[in-house]
Antibody
Framework: EVQLVESGGGLVQPGRSLKLSCLAS????????MNWIRQAPGKGLEWVAS????????YYADTVKGRFTISRDNAKNTLYLQMTSLRSEDTALYYC??????????WGQGTLVTVSS | DIQMTQSPASLSASLGETISIECRAS??????LAWYQQKSGKSPQLLIY???RLQDGVPSRFSGSGSGTQYSLKISGMQPEDEGDYFC?????????FGSGTKLEIK
């Protein structure tokens, strides 16, 4: 069974950093592209970043470019999102999702990031 | 960036009714479109990909159609479990963009 489990969310002050993780199981992680998508409270979905299976291709939304870094460790079956210079508008539930866009067949349950002083 | 204009923003349907949700892209996305359902407090679920291909395990009352810049999701026979939010997502170009969503409720 495919499972994606996000962790690392929490309350953080504006300007600080946070690193999210997504632990994958039930499939060969190194064969699949991975993605981060977020959802602000009561709002719609926003794509954040994508990374190819071997990390050769990486893409970011303009709203996070230069502040967030997506990476992966295929030996640990884990996807990461390093977030720096956090802003209040980064407050959201962050999901990881598997596969080539836009066919995200598997999603985690999300981890909540709250940016507030 | 490709803009996805989704309509309507909300919809109320009776049980058994057939409904449609539309997404219009600001440029040709060559059927690189997926539809998602999100129930309250849950992660999104993939319904349709490549504009008209039904994801495994999704009931056949869901269907997708369209090409170029115009796409639609149809539910043929509204069921209680179909209540939720629906989003389209274009995957033709980065940055990927979602539609703004449609809230579907039972009348």
């Amino acid at each position: 069974e495919v499972q994606l489990v996000e962790s690392g969310g929490g309350l953080v002050q504006p300007g600080r950093s946070l690193k999210l993780s997504c632990l994958a199981s039930g499939f060969t992680f190194s064969n699949y592209g991975m993605n981060w998508i977020r959802q602000a409270p009561g709002k719609g979905l926003e794509w954040v970043a994508s990374i190819s299976s071997s990390s050769s291709y990486i893409y970011y939304a303009d709203t996070v470019k230069g502040r967030f870094t997506i990476s992966r460790d295929n030996a640990k079956n884990t996807l990461y999102l390093q977030m720096t210079s956090l802003r209040s508008e980064d407050t959201a539930l962050y999901y990881c999702a598997r596969s080539i866009p836009p066919r995200f067949a598997y999603w985690g349950q999300g981890t909540l990031v709250t940016v507030s002083s | 960036d490709i803009q996805m204009t989704q309509s309507p923003a909300s919809l109320s349907a009776s049980l058994g009714e057939t409904i449609s949700i539309e997404c219009r892209a600001s440029e040709d996305i060559y059927s690189n479109l997926a539809w998602y359902q999100q129930k309250s407090g849950k992660s999104p679920q993939l319904l349709i990909y490549a504009a008209n291909r039904l994801q495994d395990g999704v009931p056949s009352r869901f269907s997708g159609s369209g090409s170029g810049t115009q796409y639609s999701l149809k539910i043929s026979g509204m069921q209680p479990e179909d209540e939720g939010d629906y989003f389209c997502l274009q995957g033709s170009k980065f940055p990927l963009t979602f539609g703004s969503g449609t809230k579907l409720e039972i009348k």
